[in-house]
């Protein structure tokens, strides 16, 4: 039986773009976290020699550097698209920000997989923990918007119902992103949020009328 053939590596000229080192290198964190990201691995992986790798980056430290910045670009658009698209039911407004963050399948579930797996290096590296810092104060801040609508201006209920629901999302992307997971997980997971964090403070607001 022959063995399989080696991939082979193409010379060192620029034949790959930096995207695609950056998508080699996103994809090794969605596999195996932030340690798995090296690059005589990301060669072999992509058939080219290192040589292909410096001609677009000084380091493997510029290149999580470019990594995390492309991250945050899409957050920050993903955020605005949340922002922008606002239901006139501050209910349905609510459901509708669970639906789109526990979006379960392809480049969805990926950036919820890097998103975990951030989370883990922010705990070793000060400079990442202090990006996660921002990112989660400006999505509190989104939320907090939408609760003071569900709550009529309520700032303090607002405050606490944002934080419970920001968390119930966070940990909910430990449950997705799972290799295997229970039939109608994710539709179980939107529904205890809505009901326990959205319709049922919306039910208490209708009875106290």
């Known amino acids: 039986m022959k063995a399989a053939p080696k991939t082979r590596k193409t010379s060192e ?12 290198a996103f994809k090794a964190v969605v596999e195996g976290g932030f340690d798995n990201v090296r690059v005589l691995v990301l060669a072999d992986k ?39 698209e606002i239901d006139p039911d501050p209910q ?21 997989r890097f998103e975990l797996a951030l989370r883990g290096y922010g705990r070793r590296d000060a400079e990442v923990a202090r990006m996660l810092v921002e990112v989660d104060q400006e999505r509190m801040d989104m939320v907090i918007e939408k ?11 607002s405050q606490e119902l944002a934080s419970l629901f920001y968390l119930a999302i966070v940990g909910s992307y430990q449950a997705l992103s ?3 997971n229970p039939p109608m997980i994710r539709e179980y997971l939107k529904s205890i949020i809505a009901n326990y964090l959205v319709q049922e403070q919306q039910a208490g607001k ?3 009328k």
């Open 206 to 208: 209708t009875r106290k």
């Open 178 to 180: 799972r290799p295997v």
């Open 147 to 157: 609760y003071m609508r569900l709550t009529k201006n309520d700032a303090q209920k």
């Open 46 to 84: 992509l058939g080219v020699t290192r040589g292909s790798f410096y001609w677009h980056f000084a380091d493997h430290a510029e290149l999580v550097s470019d990594l995390l910045k492309q991250w945050r670009e899409y957050q920050r658009e993903q955020d605005r698209i949340a922002r922008s």
């Open 92 to 112: 349905k407004d609510l459901e509708r920000l669970i639906d789109i963050a526990l979006r379960h399948g392809g480049k969805d579930l990926e950036y919820m």
């Open 13 to 24: 000229g620029p034949r790959l773009s930096r995207e695609d080192w950056l998508d080699a």
